[in-house]
Nanobody, 125 residues
Framework: QFTLVESGGGLVQPGGSLRLSCKAIGLPLKDYGTGWFRQTPGKERELVSY???????EFSDSVKGRFTISRDDAENTVNLQMNSLKPDDTGVYYCAARFDLFDPGARRPSDFPNWGQGTQVTVSS
């Protein structure tokens, strides 16, 4: 049995920063690819950032240059540093993990069998 637990969400003004953390219990994130997804009402869950098992990072165009993703193998966490936040960044952020040794390019939500419960991020003045 394994669990992913997100933390770090909250209310922040435009231009501010937040750091989200995804801690895994019972699953070694160093052996998995981990993605951060954002969901807003009426929209599909969107992948905003991904870090592969080998440490390769990816970002959606909407967050490129503002967000960074990193993994702490000692703490078994993946962190998403979000800077220069905009109101459009508002949503529920989920971390998700998949064993990416096979089909390493898969990025759809359905490709990720392991999900956290989500953390709300609200960017508003």
């Amino acid at each position: 049995q394994f669990t992913l637990v997100e933390s770090g969400g909250g209310l922040v003004q435009p231009g501010g920063s937040l750091r989200l953390s995804c801690k895994a219990i019972g699953l070694p994130l160093k052996d998995y690819g981990t993605g951060w997804f954002r969901q807003t009402p009426g929209k599909e869950r969107e992948l905003v950032s991904y870090i592969s098992r080998t440490g390769t990072t990816e970002f959606s165009d909407s967050v490129k240059g503002r967000f960074t993703i990193s993994r702490d193998d000692a703490e078994n966490t993946v962190n998403l540093q979000m800077n220069s936040l905009k109101p459009d960044d508002t949503g529920v952020y989920y971390c998700a993990a998949r064993f990416d040794l096979f089909d390493p390019g898969a990025r759809r939500p359905s490709d990720f069998p392991n999900w956290g419960q989500g953390t709300q991020v609200t960017v508003s003045s």
